[in-house]
């Protein structure tokens, strides 16, 4: 952990709350409407954010008609802010089961140029079901396959962004010599699931590598974080696992042979900020009021891989056996690993448990004055719990203008946040090394 916190914006819908797309003071902005995201981003880089994020589900969601969500095909989404901001650090979502190895550093390569360096991949396996079916694949492949697969799609990747060396291109108009061919490699890669040549079409990118992120917090998932990941999202209910995970995480990317700190450790936290406690409060009753029970229950069945939860009333203590165990979801299992947790530790109903998943599907709420959630704030991160946070406005853009106004100052005071941007790429913000790679 260092002397200050890491701090990305998840943006998402008009706000991470499930009814946040009606609130009066969210945006009116459609959601296809690019400068929604471009003024998001343009606020986190006035709070000196590290980076901000965009997930990627890759399905219409059988809840359409009361949920709004995020449209716009991510990777294309960053180039937009790429040339509309100048610092901040750019992450999308992309997958690692259906998409080519080659496209993707193809195109996060490109990303990394057209940004300057400032870009990071969030690497996932798609847990949604139905995703399967709009590429050619009538089943989910396993959570063991899919994690098997991101292997050897890591190694690919990996080696197609580094079979450039940073001196291959020479553009020696008088001599006639464009580029040196000895430092532009084939990678040759013939493997269980993919067999690509190589070199990549692109001269290798500002920061080496892109930033690797991942967000799957299975066991699978943290072992093959603790190989890869340089940055992790992560959700819980409370600081405790949190403090747990961090632990775990840490130690796992150690017994792999790297150093704790080149591996940051980043849980959502999504607070409410009223001038007042009880300002919040009202603010986090107003959106339960507007949210629908019934686009809760679909999202736990989604999460669950398809589990059918219709039959179970809403207003009767849930137990263990109204959930199938964890360790048999083939879809988002960490997640349901943090539901079944809530449900063993606090009994909840199902309509307190949909309450409370529909703050952030999982990620800690809060609701405080500014000085509560930057009190809040510290105490995980000096508890051991984040090297930072992955910060999920309930309402965008209103709970993210206080945020930007209000708490980042109080973390600042505190000696807890930068007070200006170090250097240029997501790598200098995140502080992690530039990848070398002997020609
Ligand atoms: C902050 C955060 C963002 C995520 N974004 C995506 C996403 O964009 N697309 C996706 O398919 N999964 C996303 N996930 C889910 C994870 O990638 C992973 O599938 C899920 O946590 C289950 O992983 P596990 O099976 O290892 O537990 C996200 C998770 C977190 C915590």
């Not at 849980?267 to 029970?293: C, H, M, R, W, Y």
């Not at 510290?378 to 965008?396: H, Q, R, S, T, V």
């Not at 709970?399 to 106004?405: G, I, K, N, R, T």
Request: hydrophobic content about 40%; glycine content about 8%.
């Amino acid at each position: 952990m260092g002397q200050q916190m890491h701090l990305n914006l998840f943006i998402h819908s008009r706000g991470h709350h499930e009814a946040s797309w009606r609130h009066p003071k969210s945006s009116s902005k459609a959601l296809t409407d690019v400068s929604y995201f471009v003024e998001a981003a343009q606020t986190a880089e006035r709070g000196l954010f590290d980076s901000i994020f965009l997930a990627d589900t890759l399905v219409v969601h059988d809840d359409v008609a009361h949920a709004a969500r995020t449209w716009l095909e991510p990777i294309s989404t960053l180039g937009a802010l790429a040339i509309s901001t100048k610092k901040i650090g750019l992450i999308a979502t992309a997958s690692t089961t259906y998409m080519e190895p080659f496209n993707l550093a193809r195109q996060f390569a490109s990303l990394d140029h057209v940004s300057q360096g400032r870009i990071g991949w969030n690497i996932v396996t798609t847990w949604s079901v139905p995703a399967a079916r709009n590429f050619g694949h009538p089943e989910q492949i396993s959570h063991t396959d899919r994690y098997t697969r991101a292997e050897e799609y890591l190694a690919v990747v990996k080696a197609l962004w580094d079979s450039w060396s940073d001196t291959s291109i020479i553009d020696d108009r008088t001599g006639g010599l464009y580029a040196r061919t000895e430092s532009i490699r084939p990678i040759d890669h013939s493997g269980n699931y993919y067999a690509v040549a190589g070199p990549l079409n692109v001269p290798r990118c500002p920061q080496g590598r892109p930033v690797l992120v991942q967000a799957g917090s299975s066991d699978t998932g943290r072992d093959f974080a603790a190989r890869h990941a340089e940055a992790v999202f992560t959700a819980h209910l409370e600081m405790a696992t949190a403090v747990d995970f961090y632990k775990d995480l840490k130690s796992r990317a150690k017994a792999h042979g790297r150093n704790p700190d080149s591996l940051i450790i980043l849980p959502g936290f999504s607070p409410i900020i009223g001038s007042t406690e009880a300002e919040a409060k009202q603010v986090a009753q107003e959106l339960n009021e507007l949210a629908d029970v019934e686009v809760g229950r679909k999202r736990l069945t989604g999460r669950f891989g398809g589990h059918d939860f219709s039959h179970l009333p809403l207003d009767r203590r849930l137990t263990m056996d109204d959930f199938p165990d964890p360790d048999s979801v083939q879809a988002a299992r960490s997640r349901t690993e943090v539901i079944v947790g809530m449900v063993a530790r606090e009994k909840p109903t199902l309509r307190q448990l949909l309450a409370k998943l529909a703050g952030a599907r999982g990620h800690f709420t809060f609701e405080g004055t500014p000085e509560q959630v930057a009190d809040e704030l510290e105490a995980w991160f000096k508890a051991g719990a984040a090297d930072g946070f992955n910060l999920m406005p309930p309402i965008i853009p209103w709970m993210l203008d206080v945020f930007v106004e209000e708490v980042i100052p109080l973390l600042q005071r505190r000696g807890l946040f930068r007070e200006g941007y170090a250097g240029a790429m997501l790598r200098d913000h995140y502080g992690l090394e530039r990848p070398q790679i002997a020609f």
